[in-house]
């Protein structure tokens, strides 16, 4: 999971959380913007460098691995073994599902997107919002956090590169 160094920054409260309706909206809209963004990239154009060193292929390959290791996460606080979450150096944990994803074709990299966002609607829709609110330790994360700080850490993550997606589509 993340390490100690990962805050949990939200560009909402807790309040408006609740007022946004439920997490697998949230969830499903951002994930259909970054699906939308996709549709139609001819496969040449996955090999695109749009952060970095990073290909778009590159960026959905990471979104895919960082959306599993979250929902690991979750699903972890859930039921109450949040220590044996893996805590990874981000930068080295990057470079590693990068590397891994390298020589997997487009067809696979989306395919692993698709169903890294599956899980984690999945998810959310079926946890009851008392649930999604109860904080635990959790060591691979700065305090205490719950299920709804992990989704709030997700749509964060998917949105900043869902951002650079769309600056690259245009």
């Given amino acids: 999971m993340a390490t100690k160094q990962v805050r949990r920054e939200s560009a909402t409260t807790s309040e408006q959380k609740v007022a946004c ?4 909206v949230r969830i499903g809209a951002t994930g259909a ?8 990239v001819p496969e040449a154009a996955w090999l695109d460098v749009t952060e970095g060193t990073w290909t778009v292929k590159d960026i959905v390959g990471h979104l895919a691995a960082w959306s599993d290791l979250l929902m690991d996460g979750v699903e972890a ?3 109450g073994r949040a220590d044996t979450v893996q805590t990874v150096d981000i930068d080295a ?3 590693d599902q990068i590397a891994a ?3 997997w074709t487009v067809a696979q990299v989306r395919s692993v997107w698709e169903k890294a966002l599956a899980r984690a609607l999945d998810l959310a829709r079926r946890l009851p919002r008392e649930e ?3 904080q635990s330790p959790a060591p691979w994360i700065d305090g205490p956090a719950s299920p709804a700080d992990v989704f709030d850490l997700w749509l964060l993550h998917v949105e900043q590169h869902r951002d650079g997606l769309a600056a690259w589509r245009e």
Wanted: aromatic share 8%.
């Fill in 21 to 24: 309706g439920e997490w697998a």
């Fill in 33 to 40: 913007e970054v699906s939308r963004l996709l549709a139609g």
């Fill in 77 to 79: 606080l859930v039921q």
């Fill in 93 to 95: 944990w990057n470079a």
């Fill in 101 to 103: 994803r390298r020589d």
């Fill in 132 to 134: 999604m609110d109860r």
